[in-house]
């Protein structure tokens, strides 16, 4: 039998690759076996098992650097009142402004698939990342957000 964590993230892939995130809750699957339906699969740490379900959605959804990636940055600087000036070149050069950016793209989106994982069932967890960072999982956090950019940036080479 499967392990559930490899289970859960196994179905939230799919989920992501079908981008159907959003409906999560309503999609048929083996509760019983789903470590977001039942924390208490997860085991001790629930928060890392989410963030990893986050982690790996984030991949299926954006596998790679490319210019609708860039277009989403440019989009969320410009909603702050930045310049939309990002490009791949700058992003694949290392500039610390563009990178920042790429970092919050990335943040945002795990924030939001924590939030979707929030709403899956009657006994899914709230997890929120500044509140995960003053618990201690600041670096877990960080890492993840590295993960994905790299996995992002070989993808585009």
Request: aromatic content about 6%; some cysteine.
């Amino acid at each position: 039998m499967e392990d559930p964590i490899h289970y859960t993230i196994s179905h939230f892939r799919e989920i992501a690759r079908q981008n159907r995130s959003a409906e999560n809750a309503s999609i048929s699957h083996d509760r019983e076996r789903c470590a977001i339906c039942d924390p208490a699969l997860a085991g001790s740490e629930p928060f890392a098992v989410y963030l990893e379900v986050s982690v790996e959605s984030v991949l299926v959804r954006r596998p790679r650097l490319d210019e609708a990636l860039v277009a989403e940055m440019n989009s969320d600087r410009e909603m702050v009142g930045l310049e939309g000036d990002i490009t791949i070149a700058r992003l694949l050069g290392g500039e610390k402004d563009a990178l920042d950016s790429w970092a919050a793209w990335v943040r945002e989106a795990l924030a939001t698939g924590l939030g979707l994982l929030s709403v899956h069932s009657p006994a899914s967890l709230d997890f929120d990342l500044e509140e995960q960072e003053m618990l201690g999982y600041g670096p877990l956090i960080e890492s993840k957000i590295r993960h994905i950019i790299e996995t992002q940036k070989k993808a585009a080479q």
